[in-house]
């Protein structure tokens, strides 16, 4: 069956950086976009990151642009959030989550990850 597991996150300083990753099994990874959503509290779920199934396209919110990265190894199935220069904006529950295609997703695929924390506090 479909299983994402990410690992990473934490708390970390204004201005710092973190880095998640999610490891994928289960399904072909490389025929499949990836991305990354949060969720803030009290707030709805967004869109961080997308990359296309072989990482030729990569799509950021305007909120991230220049600040994080999204990067996959279809050797590894892994798929990473690179995040520089955090802000208490950033606080939020992070999720991986598999696409419907190999194309950058125009919503979120059925499959999740459990969800990492990312806190950023002084």
């Known amino acids: 069956q479909v299983q994402l597991v990410q690992s990473g996150g934490g708390l970390v300083q204004p201005g710092g950086s973190l880095r998640l990753s999610c490891a994928a099994s289960g399904f072909t990874f490389s025929l499949y976009a990836m991305s990354w959503y949060r969720q803030a509290l009290g707030k709805e779920r967004e869109l961080v990151a997308a990359?296309?199934?072989?990482?030729?396209?990569?799509n950021y919110a305007s909120s991230v642009k220049g600040r994080f990265t999204i990067s996959r190894d279809n050797a590894l199935n892994t798929v990473d959030l690179q995040m520089n220069s955090l802000n208490s904006d950033d606080t939020a529950v992070y999720y991986c989550n598999r696409a419907p295609s190999a194309a950058i997703p125009r919503r979120p695929g059925d499959y999740w990850g459990q969800g990492t924390q990312v806190t950023v506090s002084s």
């Open positions: 990359i296309s199934s072989r990482g030729l396209i990569r």
